[in-house]
């Protein structure tokens, strides 16, 4: 009987083990999903979303014009956005669900259309632009704005600089004077100016 009882209690144990892992790996994820961060970044007065968000969109195409808002040409891989959300100078990675239009775009243009989740992505042929019509897309968001800042690490980026915090090198010594010589363990006589002495005169 203390056998049975014993196991039993070794298996709550373990069970209980088992769901407090479980729950703090779920939490954790949920804390780090980008999508939960985008979302809280939404419902807040700025509605920007933080580099490394995922955000569903509407894309739309235009083809006219010759200049962006930002001023320079129009050409393939340049979006209009609403600037409340995705400022000019950011720079988005779109999944539309073809390899035609997906990719990274940047977002050099505006318009009084252009409003909330929405994507006007910029296409040369205005037969294309009408087949194009409107399209779920999900939206990557890589850079906000001009600032590089703001842009989602890399993970090379993240572990490098990872690497550096934990080193600690001491900053360089200052060179000394200019006619001092360094201390012990520094440049030799002959490394040293020569100067004239009075007695040498």
């Known amino acids: 009987m203390k056998r049975v009882l014993s196991r039993s209690r070794w298996r709550q144990v373990l069970a209980l083990l088992t769901a407090m892992v479980a729950f703090v790996f779920l939490y954790e994820t949920r804390i780090l ?5 985008a979302f809280h970044a939404l419902l807040e007065e700025n509605p920007q979303p933080p580099p490394g968000s995922q955000l569903s969109f509407s894309a739309t195409a ?84 001009w600032d590089p800042q703001a842009s989602s690490p890399r993970l090379i980026d993240r572990l490098f600089r990872r690497r550096e ?19 012990e363990g520094g440049a030799t006589e002959e490394d040293a100016p020569a100067t004239s002495s009075p007695s040498t005169q």
């Open 33 to 37: 999903d980008s999508q939960y961060a």
């Open 62 to 145: 235009y083809c006219k014009g010759q200049t962006t808002a930002s001023g320079v040409q129009v050409r393939t891989g340049v979006a209009a956005a609403d600037p409340a959300i995705l400022p000019v100078g950011s720079v988005v990675n779109v999944a539309a669900g073809d390899v035609k239009y997906s990719g990274v775009y940047t977002i050099m243009d505006t318009g009084p259309e252009v409003q909330g989740r929405e994507l006007d992505l910029y296409m040369w042929s205005c037969h294309e632009a009408l087949r194009f019509g409107r399209k779920s897309i999900a939206v990557t968001v890589l850079r906000l704005g």
């Open 165 to 183: 915090a934990a080193r600690k090198i001491p900053p360089p010594d200052p060179p000394p004077p200019a006619g001092i010589p360094p201390a």
